[in-house]
């Protein structure tokens, strides 16, 4: 049978160590065991890839042929390595890869017997600015004792593009929030931040004095120490896969990516609906005053279905109606238009609210017709360029449909003509002029009465979404 110290030395066999017989395991003239001494050397060592914009990576310790994690791509995190205390070179280069490989970067990481070091590859590969280039940031996991009903979380920021920032856990105070400035770069403290277990939590990010954006967490498990990294680009999309998130390690690896709260752009489009306010059923008021062809600030909720009451503004309490918003998901951007006529008995379809979410790609120019005209027949929408060359935005689209997200190659500013046709005629009821610029991604909606007298009358509304908070044009008939 083999010695305890001779598993020692196959378990970890980069730990010093040494065995005088398969038989017997050999004791130190202090009376302690070649296998407690080993193991009281070991420490540990994982690698978490956190940054956004590096390939798929293998993780090589200087000096080892073979490397100790392969294929590593971002929110993944390594299993541990064991190995001696001391100081080691860690070298990161592209997957797949030999030892013979260019290294992309080399980190000098010391490693504490009895601990484990994270070390998180952060930073932007792409950078030269050394404010947010690519780096590994050596984690030292001292955790404090949880107390009970707690559970213990390190936060770290590691965003390449984000500025300083500040936490408020409950997202109900950004001003007093619990961690009022974290450098890019920097975390929380190694005896982590005790919060309650076993619930979700709501924490906002701040940023000079003013928030930012929101998380919903998963539950926290009671005791374990989590780091919770925030990476990914602020400036992208926050459905984007490099899109600003949180990204949860716990003590066995990766636990999730968490995206931002989804965030909801009301826009009022009913043509006979008086000026509105809209609250949370049996809740609080969420936007005070919205008159047609005006959109809110933008309303961030954490994931969920909402149920909304829609009141007139200047009016008494009692509800018009009550209208719902569908699965909103953590990530995601919508345009709810709350459309239709509110006094429907004269024809065209009722007061409802639809949900359109954002598809738009970050850099290019693209619109997203939308048929918000209640009595208006199934339409054809189309713009037209000033050579005359045609783009089908939506074909026969019924209200309250939306026609695919159109691509625009454009050099610069241009004129188009978007025409609204019934479906399948070559001649429009409507015609309106607007100008489209490089890079604008915008919903362009039919909206208001086709039959005079019956409210608003029909133009274009543009919800422009390149820029947050987002904003809305009308465009008259020519």
Request: glycine share 10%; net charge negative; aromatic share 6%.
């Amino acid at each position: 049978m083999r010695s305890y110290a001779r598993l020692a030395c196959l378990m970890f066999p980069l730990v010093a160590c040494s065995v005088e017989s398969a038989n017997r395991e050999p004791v130190a003239a202090d009376g302690t065991s070649a296998l407690s001494e080993a193991l009281s050397s070991v420490a540990r060592l994982r690698v978490v890839h956190a940054s956004p914009d590096a390939p798929a990576v293998d993780v090589y310790v200087r000096g080892q042929s073979l490397p100790v994690a392969s294929g590593l791509a971002f929110t993944d995190t390594t299993g541990d390595l064991r190995l001696k205390a001391g100081s080691y070179t860690v070298d990161v280069r592209a997957t797949p890869s030999t030892d013979a490989d260019a290294v992309v970067f080399s980190a000098e990481l010391t490693l504490e017997a009895g601990v484990r070091t994270t070390g998180i590859a952060s930073g932007s590969l792409a950078s030269t600015d050394a404010a947010s280039g690519f780096r590994i940031l050596p984690v030292v996991e001292r955790f404090a004792a949880a107390s009970a009903g707690n559970g213990l979380v390190r936060i770290i920021h590691a965003s390449p593009d984000a500025p300083s920032v500040s936490l408020d856990v409950g997202d109900d105070d950004i001003a007093n929030p619990e961690v009022p400035n974290l450098d890019r770069f920097s975390d929380t403290g190694e005896a982590g931040i005790a919060l309650p277990a076993g619930v979700a939590l709501q924490v906002a990010i701040g940023a000079g004095g003013a928030r930012q954006t929101a998380f919903t967490t998963p539950e926290l498990p009671t005791g374990a120490g989590l780091l919770v990294i925030a990476t990914g680009f602020l400036s992208h999309l926050p459905r984007e896969r490099d899109g600003f998130g949180l990204l949860a390690v716990g003590p066995r690896g990766t636990l999730g990516f968490i995206k931002q709260n989804p965030t909801v752009y009301a826009l009022h489009a009913s043509p006979d609906a008086p000026a509105v306010r809209l609250g949370l059923a049996s809740g609080p008021v969420v936007v005070n005053r919205l008159a047609f062809g005006e959109l809110s600030a933008p309303l961030q909720v954490p994931p969920s279905a909402y149920e909304l009451d829609v009141f007139v503004a200047d009016g008494a309490d009692a509800a018009l109606t009550r209208v719902s918003t569908g699965p909103l998901v953590a990530g995601e951007r919508y345009l709810a238009v709350a459309g239709g006529f509110l006094n429907a008995a004269a024809g065209g379809a009722g007061f409802g609210l639809s949900l359109y979410a954002d598809r738009f790609t970050r850099g290019e120019t693209e619109i997203q017709a939308i048929h918000a005209s209640p009595d208006a027949p199934a339409v054809d929408v189309s713009a037209v360029d000033a050579a005359g060359a045609s783009i089908s935005l939506a074909t026969d689209a019924s209200f309250p449909l939306a026609g695919p997200v159109a691509s625009i190659s454009l050099a610069g500013e241009a004129l188009f003509v978007v025409n609204v046709a019934p479906a399948g005629s070559p001649t429009p009821v409507a015609s309106f002029s607007t100008l489209a610029t490089p890079s604008e991604r915008s919903f362009v909606l039919v909206a208001g009465a086709l039959t005079a007298g019956r409210g608003a009358p029909l133009q274009l509304l543009s919800v422009q979404t390149e820029a947050t908070p987002w904003h809305v044009g009308s465009i008259a008939a020519d």
